[in-house]
């Protein structure tokens, strides 16, 4: 019987160590850079500039991404985001041309999910993207809209002619994967069910503010596997 309950207790120990070793090789998986990662294109938002992005590259420089295939980029938050749009597509072959990849991945914050998504669904970006992400991003409006003046802002407004045109038919159109992130205590898009969208992977975080988005570690470790398949 000692014998028997030995070799058991054996067999059990050595079924954990197995296990054990296992799971570093899974928890891995999407997160650090290989030779098939796509470099990075950042989108701020709103108000926004490319320094909003710093916690996040340096996360991303962390885990192995080379400076060169983050591009933290910047534009006239003023202006529409049609505009903004052609100056993203510009800014894409650019960043292809200079990393010599095949596509990018984008990741956005608020408005910056926008033009980013204007540029899949109108300006042939879906050739060129692989992932897209949305982090606070007013994709159906936002009631905070309505105080301001500026092109881009009136843009953002719940039932706006440029959200009509850009929500209409597939929200998620051609191969590239969609992603979003919303947070249920961001007071700058109202509703929070404005984030969201068909045929997207939606995903609700913890209590995070519309900037927390950008910094808080789990966002970030979620956005880095999901481009990073």
Not at 67 to 88: F, I, K
Not at 206 to 227: K, N, P
């Amino acid at each position: 019987m000692k014998k028997t309950l030995a070799a058991a207790a054996a067999a059990a120990a050595g079924a954990l160590l197995a296990v054990h070793i296992s799971l570093p090789a899974q928890a891995a998986t999407g997160s650090t850079f290989s030779s098939t990662s796509n470099p990075v294109l950042f989108v701020h938002g709103y108000t926004g500039d490319a320094s909003n992005w710093n916690t996040m590259a340096d996360r991303f420089r962390a885990d192995g991404w080379p400076s060169t295939y983050l591009d933290q980029w910047s534009y006239d938050w003023r202006q529409s985001n049609a505009t903004t749009a052609q100056q993203l597509s510009a800014e894409v072959d650019r960043l292809l041309a200079a990393t010599g990849a095949g596509k990018v991945d984008i990741v956005s914050h608020s408005m910056g999910g926008l033009s980013s998504r204007y540029y899949l669904k109108n300006l042939d970006g879906t050739a060129r993207v692989d992932a897209w992400v949305s982090l606070g991003g007013p994709n159906h409006g936002t009631d905070s809209a309505n105080s301001c003046l500026d092109t881009s802002c009136t843009e953002m407004r719940i039932g706006s002619d440029f959200l009509a045109a850009l929500n209409s038919g597939d929200e998620t159109p051609g191969s590239a994967r969609y992603a979003t992130w919303w947070s249920p205590c961001d007071t700058v898009i109202n509703p929070d069910s404005s984030v969201a969208l068909s045929g997207a992977t939606n995903t609700r975080t913890a209590c995070l503010s519309h900037t927390g988005l950008l910094t808080d570690a789990t966002v970030y470790a979620q956005t880095r596997d999901m481009i990073n398949r």
